[in-house]
């Protein structure tokens, strides 16, 4: 489960640093930054959200979708293994 989660966050990682280079945003980007605090608006935020969806083959039910859970890459991560995983996390 530890190596599963891992890849869930290098994945987060990778979807979040393509987001910021599409926008021309350098910044150093770990599990917890701040996605607001590295650069990203909330136009930012919904293309984040539909790559998200994208990478993980998935789609986000609608109560899942609030700040709290796009935060971070951590934040980003747990919901991701709730959506994945019913029942742990």
């Not at 605090?37 to 919904?46: E, N, R």
């Not at 979708?65 to 709730?82: C, R």
């Amino acid at each position: 489960m530890q190596d599963f989660a891992a890849n869930v966050q290098e994945r987060v990682l990778s979807v979040v640093r393509n987001v910021l280079a599409q926008n021309a945003i350098i910044a150093d980007v770990h599990p917890e930054s701040r996605l607001v605090d590295i650069g990203l608006d909330s136009m930012d935020m919904v293309a984040l959200m539909l790559r998200v969806e994208a990478e993980f083959d998935l789609t986000l039910p609608q109560p899942e979708i609030t700040p709290e859970n796009f935060q971070s890459v951590k934040t980003l991560e747990v919901m991701i293994l709730n959506q994945l995983e019913p029942g742990t996390g």
